[in-house]
């Protein structure tokens, strides 16, 4: 019998690293579930001659195809998108490119601005210190004075441009359009305890030299310092509750595979928007047969993604290819609404700076345009080395048809029923960001011009499937993250956005997480009320 | 007990036919084609999660071609490639994967290549600050963030 913990928190990637180590200094007892392990670097694709093949295989950011014993498969048959993750501590900052803007005061005031979705219950300024200290936690790597931003203190200095970030800031000066070298947390000096960058390049599949940050080098360590027990390899199949319809705790598999009950009086949820819904609905809940905090109907709904264009080129000049962090610059010139564009809302711009030459031969082989026979060689000498690519990431507005639901068959190891996506995506921002994408490649005299629109692997932004907001009928968690149903019960992931903005969320999911956290330390006497 | 080896004769002879197709060796840039003996040692040895596509898309091909490839005259060889390309799916592409990252990690291309022969880390690479001062006209523009009622 484990004993009771006056805080239990589900997943220890991005968002719930960041609620234990803030909620630490209560000296509650709170505990982490995870169902992965440590990590070990020595392990990482980086440190091997295999390096890119492994993307294909045990580092695949698909869980479908990686099917490490700690993944749960998705059904996403149905969606034009698949879902991209990593199970473990530190969650998805284990593989993602840490590339870390953060949304913009317009992205909380859709509906205010442009008469479309829904506003936020919270604000930009109410974030603004939760993104300073999740800056500092993480180590940001950036550079003051953007002007499509208000201001910020990246504690550590930008990346280098580079050969392809030059290139590219060129071409988007020649065309008098916005561009700065993004944010990143990868650190470009040594930083509490990690070690700065020395181009590894293949940053997304775990870092080897600990210069990115993952969760579990940034928040874990200093909340296992605080007290904070995080106990791994344990999958939680439901959350339980009493006759007061309030959550009791879970039940869980641990490393052995045996069945285990934790008792707690709070339950946070950190499983990202498509664990959370999977675990809410589950029908194992007994007394909640739609879900549990389900009253609304809108646990699993609304799901967005960013759709994802990317273009890319190939240009005479040598540029930095894999031998640098993947992503150089960013852009925000199509960021804000101009409604002579023919839509509202709008998408960030982000630069790759090429690719390693396994990449480069599966892609252009499977492009078309490296071609098979004696020619291969001469064409791909051309090709290797000489990429730049951007993307556009566009603002997925809420749908309810878009949603997570339980597939009526598919279970993972545990017997627990595996998500499935249903999800559509519209067209037209992304034909937008295409042609401009097309635009900017030329102006820096790239050819052979590629397209992939959306990206198919490209679902790793997973939003909005337990949406804030003050109204218990439109949404699942009240304006600091605590159900409407269930009073005890919280959820701190990318699960609570309103609506998704245009850039990749990680930076806000923390800053929101932290800022929960910070709601609940200062309620804590009528906490339930 | 012996282990099964990950594919029969007969597809280990289709996989270095068909692995010269995509990429025969070269004079011009001194590399061998994907048919060489120690590329194709280092794709059967690694097949791992990808031996099940892989042997799916050999049958495919086999079937296709009727007999051996590499007994084809070329032209029939061609019509052959283009239409497993063209209808062997999820499965072909593994196949075309796995030969190009076999080749692409080989000494004596990556040399060919002007590449160094070692993984990323520890060393990692340099990269150049490069032009800041391509930054000053975004500099000097107003701000341009929508501010919020």
Not at chain 1, 22 to 34: F, G, P, R, V, Y
Not at chain 1, 88 to 101: E, I, L, Q
């Amino acid at each position: 019998m484990n004993e009771a913990v006056d805080v239990l928190i589900i997943g220890a990637g991005a968002s719930g690293a960041a609620v234990a180590w803030s909620l630490a200094e209560t000296k509650m007892h709170i505990l982490c579930l995870d169902q992965g392990g440590w990590m070990n670097p020595a392990a990482y694709p980086s440190r091997g001659r295999d390096w890119e093949a492994r993307f294909f295989g045990d580092y695949s950011p698909s869980p479908n195809i990686r099917a490490r014993p700690e993944d749960y498969p998705i059904n996403d048959d149905n969606s034009p998108i698949k879902v991209v993750n990593f199970n473990g501590v530190g969650g998805s900052t284990v593989m993602y490119t840490a590339h870390f803007p953060r949304l913009h005061p317009s992205d909380f005031k859709v509906k205010t601005l442009d008469g479309v979705a829904d506003d936020w219950p919270i604000d930009y300024d109410t974030l603004a210190p939760f993104f300073a200290e999740n800056d500092r936690m993480m180590g940001v790597s950036g550079l003051s004075g953007d002007p499509a931003f208000p201001p910020t203190e990246p504690p550590m200095p930008p990346l280098p441009l580079g050969r392809s970030g030059a290139a590219l800031g060129k071409a988007m000066n020649k065309l008098g359009w916005h561009w700065w070298p993004s944010d990143t947390t990868v650190a470009t000096t040594d930083y509490e305890g990690r070690a700065r960058c020395i181009n590894l390049g293949h940053c997304t599949p775990a870092c080897a030299q600990g210069a990115k940050a993952s969760t579990d080098i940034t928040y874990w360590p200093a909340a296992l310092r605080a007290g904070v027990e995080l106990r791994t390899h344990c999958r939680v199949r439901e959350i339980t509750t009493n006759e007061h319809g309030m959550a009791s705790g879970v039940v869980y598999y641990d490393k052995d595979g045996v069945e285990q009950f934790q008792g707690a009086e709070v339950v946070i949820i950190a499983c990202n928007g498509i664990g959370t819904p999977r675990l809410l609905l589950n029908p194992a809940s007994g007394r909640f047969p739609n879900g549990l905090a389900n009253s609304s109907g809108l646990v699993g709904k609304n799901l967005m993604f960013h759709p994802y264009a990317q273009v890319y080129g190939f240009v005479e000049e040598v540029t930095d290819s894999n031998r640098a962090p993947p992503i150089c610059l960013w852009s925000k010139e199509f960021y804000e609404t101009d409604l002579s564009r023919g839509f509202v809302r709008g998408y960030a711009f982000q630069f790759g700076r090429g690719a390693g030459p396994v990449m480069e031969a599966v892609m252009s082989e499977a492009k078309g345009i490296l071609p098979w026979g004696a020619a291969h060689h001469a064409v791909f000498r051309r090709l290797n080395g000489h990429r730049l690519q951007l993307s556009a990431i566009c603002e997925d507005l809420p749908e309810e048809h878009n949603r997570v639901t339980l597939d009526p068959h598919l279970k993972d190891i545990h017997g627990i029923p595996a998500p499935k996506v249903d999800y559509t995506i519209s067209a037209k921002m992304m034909e937008h960001g295409v042609a401009r994408a097309k635009e900017v490649l030329a102006a820096a005299g790239a050819t052979d011009i590629c397209v992939n629109c959306p990206i198919l692997y490209g679902g790793w932004h997973l939003l909005g499937t337990a949406r804030m907001g003050t109204d218990p009928e439109r949404s699942v968690v009240n304006e600091w993250g605590r159900s409407h149903d269930v009073k005890n019960l919280f959820i701190v992931d990318g699960s609570v956005f309103v609506t998704s903005g245009g850039v990749n969320p990680t930076s806000t999911i923390q800053a929101i997480a932290l800022y929960i956290a910070d709601q609940m330390k200062s309620r804590l006497a009528n906490l339930f009320d | 007990m012996l282990t099964k080896p990950a594919l029969t004769p007969a597809q280990r002879d289709d996989l270095r036919s068909f692995a010269a197709m995509i990429i025969p060796d070269s004079a011009e840039y001194k590399v061998p084609g994907a048919d060489d003996p120690k590329i194709q040692a280092d794709i059967v040895a690694t097949l791992g999660r990808d031996t099940e596509p892989v042997r799916e898309a050999l049958d495919h091909l086999a079937r296709l071609a009727g007999q051996p490839l590499a007994g084809l005259d070329p032209a029939r060889r061609e019509t052959v490639a283009k239409e497993f390309r063209n209808s062997g799916g999820a499965a072909a592409a593994t196949l075309i994967r796995v030969v190009l990252q076999c080749y692409y990690r080989d000494d004596r291309v990556l040399r060919s290549l002007g590449l160094e022969l070692r993984p990323p880390f520890p060393e990692g690479y340099t990269l150049e600050q490069g032009d800041w001062s391509l930054l000053d006209p975004v500099k000097a523009r107003p701000a341009m963030w929508r501010r919020v009622p």
